[in-house]
């Protein structure tokens, strides 16, 4: 997983906005995943974009991909105790099938 | 529930012996993944099939790690002769894969978490 970078924690209010920040190494990457793990339990799928995508938004979440360099972020909107939980970033090289994850990010929400 | 199911979630096992995880896969998906993932680290990819055949095998799948996919469907992990370092969730994932689709959204199961004593 050391080839995508996380910073490991985030800590944030109810109510307030999140931004959750990542880099990759791969230009060739092709998809870039934001999942949502909550402690004990596998990984969500929360949101994905296109490598020709500047940005997705799907209700509270924002994707921004700045593909020069290499710098994906995802963004909540209105972030709620909830959200608390570890957020992966992870990317897919053009030509593999298989992911490479960052170490995540821990969001802890206070009310 | 067509989720990805994974038995069992836990398992404690000693020093030696061999454990086995299932996964079922959601329906129809053709690629079946396995990943570890330990305290504080992101998934790490371990192997990945399409259908029946083992197409990839990560550095990390050791020759005391063995999976199949007999008929394409579901998948078992068996880990042989376990060790402490062994100790880990080890989750499996699905997608649809197809030259079409580049998207091959890949869905996690719950994971099963192994703890070797």
């Known amino acids: 997983g050391e080839d995508v970078e996380q910073s490991l924690f985030l800590s944030v209010r109810e109510g307030d906005s999140s931004v959750i920040n990542c880099t990759y190494t791969?230009?060739?990457?092709?998809?870039l995943y934001w999942y949502k793990q909550e402690p004990g339990a596998g990984l969500q799928l929360l949101t994905y974009i296109f490598s020709n995508m500047d940005m997705k938004q799907d209700q509270r979440l924002t994707v921004l991909l700045n593909k020069k360099d290499k710098h994906l972020s995802l963004r909540i909107a209105d972030t709620q105790t909830g959200d608390s939980a570890i957020y992966f970033c992870a990317e897919r090289r053009s030509g593999y099938s298989t992911l490479t994850f960052g170490k995540g990010t821990m969001l802890l929400v206070s009310p | 529930d067509t989720g990805v199911s994974q038995n069992p979630r836990h398992k404690i096992t000693k020093r030696g012996q061999n454990v086995t995880f299932r996964c079922d896969p959601i329906?129809?998906?053709?690629?079946l993944y396995w990943y570890r993932q330990t305290l504080g680290q992101g998934p790490e990819f371990l192997t990945y099939f399409q259908n029946e055949a083992q197409l990839e095998k990560s550095r990390l799948l050791s020759d005391r790690f063995s999976a199949e996919r007999p008929k394409g469907s579901f998948s078992t992990l068996e880990i042989q002769r376990t060790e402490q370092g062994d100790s880990a969730m080890y989750l499996c994932?699905?997608?649809?894969?197809?030259?079409?689709?580049?998207?091959?959204?890949?869905?996690f199961g719950e994971g099963s978490w192994l703890t070797v004593v």
């Open positions: 329906s129809e998906h053709n690629r």
């Open positions: 994932a699905s997608s649809l894969g197809s030259r079409t689709d580049l998207r091959n959204t890949i869905y």
């Open positions: 791969d230009s060739s990457s092709t998809y």
